[in-house]
């Protein structure tokens, strides 16, 4: 079955940087588009980036557009959110899911990881 | 962008209980609108798709009805396990969410 695990989380200063990962097991990750979600204490579920399944198209939320950029290495089903310039406002726990096709316009998320919390703290 | 408003924010109902709730979207996303389940702890699951097809392996106590800018998600029979927060999702234009309905067991 599909399992999705992020790693990569934690404490950090503002203005420094982290990256999270994201292991996909049980499908085969290079047919199919992912996406980071996040989820801010207290707030709903905010989209932040996409890509497609062969890495050649991604998108990113206004708001980190600049200081986030997703990636993918398909060689080992791995998914990646580099996050720089980390703001207090970025604290969440993010999430990476999986889409129901292969392109960035594949929005329907049908498999999500627990999660991988974020805290931006000085 | 699109905005998505749901209600309530926080639901306390008894097992057994029907409960019901809104998603709103700011302009028309056709049947483009999924709902999730989320509990602490756990990753979120993927419930209803296309507005009202229930995703494989979901409870039939689970249907979603709407088109346009109204959407209902629907539980009947409540049971203890369906204490979560449910998030309806736009995904017409982009992805935008609601800002999430906690179901409490009264």
């Known amino acids: 079955q599909v399992q999705l695990v992020e790693s990569g989380g934690g404490v950090v200063q503002p203005g420094n940087s982290l990256r999270l990962s994201c292991a996909a097991s049980g499908f085969t990750f290079s047919t199919f588009g992912m996406h980071w979600v996040r989820q801010a204490p207290g707030k709903g579920l905010e989209w932040v980036a996409v890509i497609s399944n062969d890495g050649n198209d991604k998108y990113h939320v206004e708001s980190v557009k600049g200081r986030f950029t997703i990636s993918r290495d398909n060689s080992k089903n791995m998914l990646y959110l580099q996050m720089n310039s980390l703001r207090l406002e970025d604290t969440a726990l993010y999430y990476c899911?999986?889409?129901?096709?292969?392109?960035?316009?594949?929005?329907?998320?049908?498999?999500w990881g627990q999660g991988a919390l974020v805290i931006v703290s000085s | 962008d699109i905005q998505m408003t749901q209600s309530p924010s926080t639901l306390s109902a008894s097992v057994g209980d029907r409960v019901t709730i809104t998603c709103r979207a700011s302009q028309s996303i056709d049947h483009w609108l999924a709902w999730y389940q989320a509990k602490p702890g756990k990753a979120p699951e993927l419930l209803v798709h296309q507005a009202s097809r229930l995703a494989g392996g979901v409870s039939s106590r689970f249907s979603g009805s709407g088109s346009g800018t109204e959407f209902t998600l629907t539980i009947t029979y409540l049971q203890p396990e369906d204490i979560a927060t449910y998030h309806c999702q736009q995904y017409h234009t982009y992805v935008t969410f609601g800002q999430g309905t906690k179901v409490e067991i009264k």
């Open positions: 899911a999986k889409t129901d096709c292969d392109s960035t316009v594949c929005r329907l998320l049908d498999s």
